[in-house]
């Protein structure tokens, strides 16, 4: 055995690897089959080795039980952070299911290269302007200061769980619908007065027939509305992703959920 090798630090590396990897996996930036899987371990081991001077070792494990007890902790802890920072980006993914049916795309879906589903048109391309904003202000950098504090939030074989941390994820849930409102509301709103002049066109001029013309009308007002409000768009997402944002507020509030 090699004289700086010791079976502790071994386990020690792969008790923080647990959470870390398992954090990685449930980022849709991290998790998805687009990213190769030497990639996620190669992130998940570097980041246990930097986080691993700064944990406290494990308690004693002196039996199988307690160590699969262990594991399986790490990694629903890892797995329960990594889906409350998702729930940000699946936000979006509502926003563009609300925008996409009152412009006209609501049966027009395309393929989500993270996931390999299908995703409504604005969905994607919200997604693809989140990402941008997400690592723009760091916001990679703001997980992994989180994920940091969690060792010492939630030290490695000391959490006791009282079921709160349900209500938070519970919360989360909720709130990731009403942020999905919040960034769609602009294009529901200028669609819906949209149809409300279409229909006063339509009783004031019988012969044009509404249901044809009306389709590339939404889509254009759509279309303006989204390029009108892409200022606004960047600083929501941007306050989203922020310290002070949706996701660091729902992720810190499930780690003090004890």
Known sequence: MLPWFQPEELFHFLFILMRCGALLLALPLFGGPGVPPHVKIGLGALTALLLGPTVQPVPGVETVGELL??????????LSMGFVVALTFYALQVAGHLMDVPIGFGMVNVLDPQFGGQIPILGQFSQALATLIFFT??????????LAASYQLIPMGRAAWQGTFAAVIVDAVGGTFA????????VIAATFLTDVALGIVSRAV?????????????IFVGMITLLVAMPLYVAVLGAVFGDGGEMMRWLWTFLRAR
Request: charged share 10%; glycine share 10%.
């Open 206 to 218: 019988p012969q044009i027939n509404v249901f044809i013309t009306g389709y590339p009308v939404k």
């Open 179 to 186: 942020l999905g409102v919040r960034i769609a509301v602009p």
């Open 69 to 78: 007890v262990l594991v399986a902790q790490e990694i629903f802890i890892g």
């Open 137 to 146: 202000i760091n916001g990679h950098h703001a997980v992994l200061r989180a």
